[in-house]
């Protein structure tokens, strides 16, 4: 028996259309059935404070539809799968206080979690966390600054032409604007009185708009 959104349904054999399963604070033991990466309409999986241990299945990235996936409070080990990087879906994570290790799997969703849901997890890290990967500060620092050095000069040239550019447009663009005005008559007269009809047909507008209200 399954209570989804005010409804209740029963299911027999046909549990790929189960929406959330939720067996939180139970006293389960073993591992995850590598099954349940079946399950591609689930949408909410909640096994946290358990006794589960082993690795996460390598294959929940399938799990695609996924919102909500909490594994806290269990003794899970080994390496976040890679495949977690492909849950785009993903709102809501929790993996804290178990044995993780390694690097967390890249992507936009799992970098955007709070650092609190990896917590207890001493073999973790990667972004978001501030412990650095093994190898890390080897490969990039010296990329990081030999980069950053051309680009900085490269950006103040590019302002510079902005700037100089931008001011002799507008600098030209004035007095061609201007000049027009002053030297031709009828171009002058038409735009004063294109310039007056329109401020009272704006004004005409304004006072009919504020009487209606």
Request: glycine share 10%.
């Amino acid at each position: 028996m399954i209570e989804w959104q005010g409804d209740e349904r029963v299911f027999f054999s046909t549990m790929k259309l189960v929406k959330s399963i939720d067996l939180s604070s139970n006293k389960l033991s073993g591992q995850i059935p590598y099954e349940i990466t079946n399950l591609s309409d689930l949408i909410a999986l909640d096994l946290s404070k358990n006794a589960l241990f082993g690795e996460i299945p390598q294959k929940i990235g399938e799990m695609k539809n996924l919102l909500t996936l909490d594994l806290s409070r269990n003794s899970f080990s080994g390496r976040m799968p890679s495949s977690m990087s492909q849950m785009s879906l993903l709102n809501y994570l929790d993996v804290s206080f178990n044995n993780l290790s390694g690097r967390i799997p890249t992507s936009t969703q799992l970098q955007s979690f709070q650092t609190s849901r990896y917590n207890g997890n001493i073999g973790l890290c990667g972004p978001p966390l501030t412990k650095k990967c093994p190898g890390d500060e080897g490969l990039k620092v010296p990329l990081v600054i030999d980069e950053s050095e051309g680009d900085e000069e490269d950006i103040d040239e590019l302002h510079i032409w902005f700037y100089v550019g931008g001011g002799m447009g507008f600098v030209t663009g004035f007095w061609i604007a201007c000049g027009g005005l002053l030297l031709n008559h009828r171009g002058r007269y038409a735009f004063f009185h294109f310039y007056d009809s329109f401020r009272d047909w704006v004004y005409v507008k304004v006072v009919v708009f504020i009487s209606s209200l």
